[in-house]
């Protein structure tokens, strides 16, 4: 069987991230795949899996910062802010102020009040988003707070009688591209939807590590365990009798790092848990060896 560790996927368009888990389970001989923050079918790009213990890696790879770029078309919305869904309206749009355009971004830019988009994998007294939308039952979603760390114009190029913006956007866990489409759209009144996504980084894994599923099916390129959590987490060694008792549940001393996690390693190097300090001591939130072992 594949041994644990990452595999950076580049994914293709019109696949689900589910499908892609489902490939990667075939080729891995194991169930235990999973995925860190959910692409939508559309979108291409950075999409990490885990493979079995660094399934548990997983939860905390997603509330990574993550990068993007994108096309977003003004004069137009749909149904799912994207272009799957159906058009709902239309404005006619030849040019616009770049002063105006510069605002609207601006107004979208840093700490955020952003409503989900309806067809989303939110859930709604148990039941997804997208699902009850599909039934005609389309959910009020709660407004949350997100950041948006850069949100650039990069082109502007006309598409008929409206405009299609190139973007880059740089933003924490849970933003979606498709609401800043359909904000920026509204701010300006002309209504917008995404039309292209591209997933370029999630925390410090770029889509120029990532490999494509053919590339993966003719070699497997996974990156261990030990040393997927040095990239991706503050590193802190312990010496033998710390990861012995950390092994065990025990909790140690702090680490000075406060509650965001850190990857602590025996002297080996290889990983023992992803740790936090919490009330003056550090306790772990994911073991990776055995007692003993």
């Not at 997100?146 to 405009?163: K, N």
Request: net charge neutral.
């Amino acid at each position: 069987m594949t041994e644990s560790g990452l595999l950076i996927v580049d994914k293709p368009g019109g696949w689900t991230s589910h499908d892609v888990v489902a490939r990667i389970r075939k080729l891995t001989g194991t169930r235990r795949v999973g995925h860190a923050g959910t692409l939508d079918p559309m979108a291409t790009g950075v999409l990490v899996v885990g493979v079995d213990k660094a399934t548990r890696l997983l939860g905390y790879l997603t509330l990574a910062e993550k990068e993007y770029t994108a096309t977003i078309r003004l004069g137009q919305t749909t149904a799912t802010d994207d272009a799957e869904g159906e058009p709902i309206d239309h404005v006619p749009v030849k040019n616009i102020d770049q002063a105006e355009l510069l605002r609207a971004v601006g107004g979208l830019t840093g700490q955020i009040s952003q409503v989900p988009p309806g067809v989303s994998a939110i859930k709604v007294g148990g039941q997804r988003s997208y699902r009850l939308a599909r039934a005609g039952q389309a959910p009020e979603l709660a407004a949350r707070t997100v950041t948006v760390s850069e949100f650039t114009i990069e082109q502007i190029r006309p598409a008929g009688d409206m405009l299609d913006l190139d973007a880059r956007v740089t933003c924490s866990s849970g933003t979606y591209i498709r609401a800043l489409a359909r904000d920026l759209g509204a701010a300006l009144a002309v209504g917008g939807h995404l039309t292209a996504l591209r997933r370029t980084r999630v925390g410090p894994y770029l889509a120029s590590q990532a490999q494509t599923l053919d590339e993966l099916a003719d070699e497997l390129a996974v990156i261990p365990l030990a040393a997927a959590a040095a990239a991706a987490f503050p590193r802190r060694e312990l010496t033998q009798e710390e990861a012995r008792a950390l092994a065990h549940g025990a909790r140690l001393r702090p680490g000075g790092t406060g509650s965001a996690p850190v990857a602590a390693f025996a002297p080996d190097g290889s990983l023992v848990a992803l740790i936090e300090d919490v009330d003056g001591q550090a306790r772990s939130l994911a073991v990776f060896v055995t007692p003993g072992s």
